[in-house]
């Protein structure tokens, strides 16, 4: 029931029910994928979740409706999401320390260049706000005890995967090479 509620489970965060989660996820998964529902365990990761089957995949021919809510992400959102998961993925590379911390303002000038200039500097930083808000809700930033300090929650590389990234990163160089300056191109 955790599993449901909470969206997202972390074995850091309930290892009492991560254990049982563990102990009896083939019978979990077999009584979720009556309604319609996977559970993703990903042991190294250290962190579960549900997903909703594709309706194709049921061998009954029975149609179950969506339990999962999908989210619409606005473009700064997903910007967001797509440049976390990047600098998580550099972490990893570089870090031994398995936790990517990020403070308010390291999230603020990681977005700050990608976002139309505005001439309100506390409008755009207000909108990043809300923007790590979002993501907190979504569970892909956590606030630490620390006050504007995050971790970037390492299940966000089931929601971006290799594929995504690198499509992204292709995108972000041709985003760039449009807006270069002409003395960037001599």
Known sequence: MNLLKAGVLYQSDVPAIWDQLTAHQA?????LR???LDVVVDRAEGYAY???LDPDTRDDGVTVPR????????????LMLALLRGRLAESDATSSDPRLLLTRDDLVEMVRSFLPPRSNEAHLVDQIDSNI????????LRQTK???????????KALVDAQVLND???LLATYRGTIATPEDNE
């Open 27 to 31: 019978a979990i998964g077999d009584y």
């Open 34 to 36: 009556v309604i319609g």
């Open 50 to 52: 549900t997903r909703q």
């Open 67 to 78: 339990l999962v809510t999908r989210h619409r992400l606005s473009f700064p959102v997903s």
């Open 133 to 140: 808000k979002k993501l907190c809700e979504l569970k892909v």
């Open 146 to 156: 620390q006050p504007g300090l995050f971790e970037v929650r390492r299940h966000i």
């Open 168 to 170: 992204f990163n292709e």
